[in-house]
């Protein structure tokens, strides 16, 4: 489909997961104006230094007693219900394992976790700040066997602290959620008519028809939803110990097993053993929290559909956001890589591959 044949804006502000797309330009909030809110609001003598973010904005802090922090300026549109869902989902995690690296929120002069500001244009932005976790982003790393056990093992553990957890904002309609993957068909004319769009088409059509069906009767909860590769730090001396899971932006109510096909996505673009890769961290996780069969049955079908989504969303929104294409497109390769691997492989070996790896064969 041509840029003349897309689907007029109105079409995707009636669909309200596809509205999400449209939102508002991030906050637009500068150097000196953030310095102001970490010394007036939390009392922090700092410097900072902006991070590339897609729907809010970041600045990396350093204070003069040389304490790291993140500033998190949410974007305007994000409805307060959504932020305070993340903000005690995080302390909620801390409380169940303090040993989960996750960041610590820091709480303001009147001991609040998140305050509002108003922005320059007049909007307003809720503003968090939280501890600054050190090590090497895990993409920066080659990834080895105990690496992909390390995830699935951290994935799990954060999966089983939030368990119990529960908030009104916990049931939003996501579109990072892929159990909603059918509702990408209207960006779908943001593909090419090549291999790869024919089989993200393929893949789109089969998830509606045979997958959607079978999620409501797996188990559900609030899960992180968007351990990849940038949201994973390691240590660089041993990069099979995690020290860092951060952005919780994505964390939603959602299939058990959406959060582990995510996880796994990420390493679906192996070049020699993409299923060997994925049966690793799987079988990690199973250690942790045992998975049900239902779950490993349908668990090929999810990895695609999340690569399916990832691809669509961000071929859709470079086009939409050009100024910042590359930030969006940071995941976009390797997907495209996986959809060629994994996606390519038979279902049926796949899930055979997967039930022995969790000891179910």
Not at 21 to 34: H, I, N, Q, V
Not at 86 to 112: M, N, S, Y
Request: with cysteine.
């Amino acid at each position: 489909m041509s840029d003349a044949e897309s689907p007029s804006l109105s079409v995707l502000e009636r669909d309200p997961i596809l509205a999400g797309l449209l939102a508002s330009k991030p906050p637009r909030m500068t150097p000196s104006e953030a310095v102001g809110v970490l010394a007036g609001r939390y009392g922090i003598d700092a410097t900072v230094c902006e991070v590339a973010c897609e729907r809010d904005q970041n600045f990396h802090v350093v204070a003069s007693d040389r304490r790291e922090y993140v500033l998190k300026i949410s974007n305007p549109e994000e409805p307060r219900i959504t932020t305070d869902f993340q903000t005690q989902g995080i302390l909620w995690i801390e409380r169940a394992d303090p040993g989960i690296p996750v960041p610590k929120l820091v709480p303001t002069r009147e001991g609040h976790y998140q305050t509002v500001v108003t922005l320059a244009d007049g909007r307003q932005s809720m503003v968090r700040v939280l501890t600054w976790l050190q090590g090497t982003p895990l993409y920066k790393v080659a990834i080895n066997p105990a690496i992909e056990e390390a995830i699935g093992t951290v994935l799990a553990r954060i999966g089983r602290a939030l368990r119990d957890f529960t908030h009104e904002g916990a049931r939003q309609d996501l579109l990072w959620d892929i159990r909603h993957a059918s509702r990408l068909k209207p960006l779908l004319y943001a593909l090419p008519t090549d291999a790869l769009g024919i089989a993200v088409r393929d893949e789109l059509e089969r998830f509606e028809v045979k997958t959607r069906p079978k999620l409501e009767a797996l188990r559900h909860q609030v899960v992180h939803n968007d351990l990849n590769h940038h949201n994973l730090m390691v240590d660089p001396g041993e990069t099979a110990r995690i020290t860092g899971v951060i952005d919780f932006g994505d964390m939603v109510e959602t299939c058990l097993a959406v959060d582990v096909a995510v996880a796994a996505s990420y390493l679906a673009d192996h070049p020699e053993d993409a299923l060997g890769s994925v049966a690793r961290m799987i079988a990690a996780y199973h250690r942790v929290t045992p998975l049900q069969r239902a779950e490993i049955e349908v668990m090929r079908d999810l990895i695609v559909a999340r690569l399916v989504t990832s691809i669509t969303i961000t071929e859709w929104r470079a086009r939409r956001y050009p100024e910042n294409a590359t930030y969006i497109l940071r995941n976009n390769g390797p997907a495209k890589l996986a959809m060629s691997r994994f996606a390519a492989l038979d279902r049926n070996h796949v899930t055979g591959r997967l039930l022995r790896a969790c000891e179910m064969e």
